[in-house]
């Protein structure tokens, strides 16, 4: 063994025809402890902290940063309809009926649930092909899905004139959210390292969240400047288009899931033009870790279900591994994402804010700040605690903000709805935007990764059209009127909901794929994770003695 300049204990190259016998030679056999127990393979840089990776492999680093680009597509377009209902211009096109308590123009808000819950339904539907094409064709092919359905949808929302004509643009829309789950993420979670993985996946939150921000700007500027003019910002849609194309066509496919597929040369190709030329890296030894690892899942997976992906995923072990997963991401609409960012301007009209607009920068302003703090939190912290605390935190905003809807409104509730609103938006920051993503693809099984995350982001969308759906209902005029005592309903709901995110969310954070499919094989309990020690442990403790 020898040592490179950043203090790495890495295995020394075989020269010439010697690189792929000695890289099989780690794949077949591990290192081997004293006495002759075989250890996992692990990497040469697993003892190393997230700076130190992030410093060295920033070419990595900054290849996943590019694939949250995405993201940013995705959080303005996406985001727009349901942010664009309190705009004049919008409503004049678009309404249908008239407001029972002003007399005035109004959207039908049968119409703004339906415009929001459609999305869902069609991402479900491509939810059942999505991850058999990621399977098959790779993850690229699925992320080429997401950017043509998402322009096709904005291309069709310039051209409606009817309030159907842009429900087919949200139907459109929801077939690239079908797509995003076994595509964008899965894809980051496969080229990070386990050091800032966290960062990295949460990374898709900050630029979801940086698209809803510049959204908000926009709207702010359109309904100063010219509100009648709604249909610029379709047209600003396509600014992160072009964003996100860039890298779509420099990144190279997942190595993951070439060596899934037995392609070790396209991988490893793939791993050099991912790392780039760093000191010290052995891209034959880091290969075949990574190969240890897809063969281990494969191992695990087939011993549960046979030769079946699928068969293997309703075993109890990774049944249950998918419901964990899609606990935070589900978690999202329980607690009031659907109110909160879906219709905020509409929840702060219904409500009377003076400036709904600005309401909606100062939300997603503190949102954003949030979010970059998470990138600390999440590794720092730990996944299960933001995730416990955060909820509770939201839960008991959400009963503040129904309380004070029973009281009189003066010149301060606006303000103060405002003020209570933001205070949510942070304590979202940092828990379940970031986390919600990350255990989407940080729970489940790598070899069944794809269709674990269509399975968990499928329940998540079944809650979204559930409320996306009656949020509008319940707070308009036309039906409930509920207003500001909505935050009493999902105040409840998020009550109920951490019951079974204390008894099995667990603390995943510094873990490697193959500690958790230990942990769980091992059938640890989630309050118990973060203190277990695992194989992977034992072999780098054994060669941190060894040399």
Not at 57 to 64: D, E, I, K, M
Request: charge should be neutral.
């Amino acid at each position: 063994m020898t040592q490179d300049r950043d203090g790495a204990h890495i295995a020394e190259k075989p020269n010439g025809d010697h690189l792929e016998e000695a890289a099989e030679m780690d794949h077949e056999a591990g290192i081997s402890k004293e006495g002759g127990e075989v250890t996992p393979i692990t990497s040469a840089f697993a003892d190393w902290g997230r700076a130190k990776c992030i410093k060295k492999f920033w070419r990595l680093y900054a290849c996943g940063l590019s694939v949250s680009l995405a993201g940013m597509y995705a959080g303005y377009a996406n985001s727009v309809v349901g942010s664009i209902v309190a705009n004049e211009g919008f409503i004049k096109q678009f309404a249908t009926v008239r407001d029972p308590k002003t007399g005035q123009p109004a959207l039908n808000a049968n119409h703004v649930s339906l415009w929001s819950s459609m999305f869902f339904v069609t991402a479900i539907a491509i939810q059942l092909i999505a991850p058999h094409t990621a399977d098959r064709f790779g993850r690229k092919f699925n992320m080429w899905g997401v950017t043509f359905f998402l322009t096709l949808s904005i291309i069709v929302a310039i051209i409606s004139k009817n309030w159907i004509i842009l429900l087919v643009a949200r139907l459109i829309a929801g077939c690239a959210g079908g797509m995003m789950g076994t595509s964008v993420m899965v894809y980051m979670s496969e080229i990070a390292m386990p050091q800032f993985r966290g960062a990295l996946l949460g990374s898709f939150s900050l630029a979801f969240s940086l698209g809803q921000v510049f959204l908000a700007i926009g709207l702010k500027i359109l309904e100063d400047t010219n509100p009648m003019h709604f249909r610029n910002i379709f047209y600003s849609e396509f600014v992160f288009c072009g964003l996100w194309i860039m890298p779509m066509l420099f990144l190279p496919e997942s190595p993951a899931w070439y060596a899934s597929k037995g392609k070790h040369e396209e991988a490893k190709k793939s791993l050099r033009r991912l790392v780039g030329d760093v000191d010290g890296y052995d891209v034959e030894h880091e290969y075949a870790v990574m190969r240890y690892e897809i063969d281990q899942s494969i191992a695990l997976s087939q011993s549960l279900g046979g030769d079946s992906d699928w068969k293997a995923l309703m075993t109890p072990i990774n049944l249950k591994r998918a419901i964990i997963s899609t606990l935070p991401l589900t978690f999202q609409n329980v607690v009031g994402v659907p109110l909160m960012f879906g219709y905020t301007t509409y929840f702060f009209s219904m409500a009377n804010v003076e400036d709904p607009f600005l309401g909606k920068i100062i939300i997603n302003a503190i949102l954003l700040v949030g979010i970059i703090l998470s990138f600390y939190m999440v590794d720092k912290v730990g996944r299960r605690t933001l995730v416990l605390g955060g909820g509770f935190g939201m839960m008991v905003i959400c009963f503040i903000v129904g309380g004070l809807g029973f009281m009189e409104p003066t010149s301060a509730s606006g303000p103060v709805l405002i003020a209570l609103c933001g205070i949510w938006a942070f304590l979202y920051a940092n828990s379940l935007a970031p986390i919600g993503w990350i255990s989407l693809v940080e729970v489940s099984s790598p070899k069944l990764r794809a269709k674990t995350t269509s399975l968990a982001v499928t329940v998540q969308y079944i809650t979204g059209i559930i409320f996306n759906y009656t949020v509008p209902l319940m707070l308009s005029n036309q039906y409930a009127g509920w207003q500001q005592k909505i935050g009493l309903f999902f105040g409840g709901v998020t009550f109920v909901y951490l019951i079974p995110c204390v008894l099995l969310y667990p603390e995943t954070k510094g873990r490697t794929y193959q500690e958790l499919d230990e942990l769980f094989e091992r059938r640890i309990p989630a309050w118990k994770f973060a203190k277990t020690k695992t194989a992977h442990q034992a072999g780098i403790e054994l060669r941190a003695r060894d040399h």
